[in-house]
């Protein structure tokens, strides 16, 4: 079983359509990171959480960390939404410098 | 703000060619260093991290190799490329601990 499982795997959504993504871990961490991934390849780091909750225009991204869960949500979807979805996590003690990663989330937002 | 410079963008290789790929990180001093792989439509394997000049950690064995000769370059080679060796090849940085992840842009390696 991976360490980081995220759902669901594919997302198809009509624009406007308020997005959510989930992500569940099962080791110890010292922070959540939430990266988008565009169909050229290039990653961009959306979010970095350790508790609570960070919001970046229509993004929104929560942590509890209790429940080892932590959700992106994207509200007014849009084309340009469209991309790979992927939650890291990095590892707690000693191995803080390891980052294991969920297989990511295809969204597809419709015009 | 922090930049990773990789290099090349794209690449197509004979099998049994060398390898080097290099990144150099900008911005910021004594930085976790990363590379990666993702196969088509696979996620991100880790294949070597440093955390400082001349101290290289694999993940995965393999055919390549990886060296920091300086703090902010990071370099993957291979002396003969296997077919599947074909993959999107990413460098990343990060500093300890509650640190923001920086990604390079990515060099598609298809080897032939």
């Known amino acids: 079983k991976n360490e980081v499982e995220q759902s669901p795997q594919n997302l198809t959504a009509q624009e406007g359509e308020f997005i959510t993504i989930n992500c569940s871990y099962s080791?110890?961490?010292?922070?959540l990171h939430w990266l988008q991934q565009h169909p050229g390849g290039g990653i961009v780091s959306l979010f970095m959480?350790?508790?609570g909750k960070k919001k970046h225009g229509r993004l929104i991204a929560t942590i509890n960390i209790q429940e080892k869960h932590s959700s992106l949500h994207i509200t007014a979807s849009h084309p340009r939404d469209s991309a790979v979805y992927i939650c890291a996590v990095r590892n707690s003690g000693g191995s803080n410098y390891k980052l294991t990663f969920g297989k990511g989330t295809l969204l597809t937002v419709n015009p | 703000s922090q930049t990773i410079h990789q290099w090349p963008a794209t690449l197509v290789q004979p099998v049994g060619s060398p390898l080097s790929l290099e990144c150099t990180v900008e911005g910021t001093s004594n930085p976790n260093l990363y590379w990666y792989r993702q196969a088509a439509g696979r996620g991100l394997q880790l294949l070597f991290y440093s955390v400082g000049i001349g101290q290289i950690s694999s993940e995965v064995p393999q055919n390549l190799s990886a060296s920091r000769p300086q703090d902010r370059q990071f370099i993957l080679s291979s002396k003969k490329l296997l077919l599947s060796d074909s993959g999107f090849y990413l460098c990343a940085s990060s500093g300890q601990g509650y640190s923001p992840l920086h990604f390079g842009n990515g060099t598609r390696l298809t080897v032939t």
């Open positions: 959480l350790s508790s």
């Open positions: 080791v110890g961490i010292s922070a």
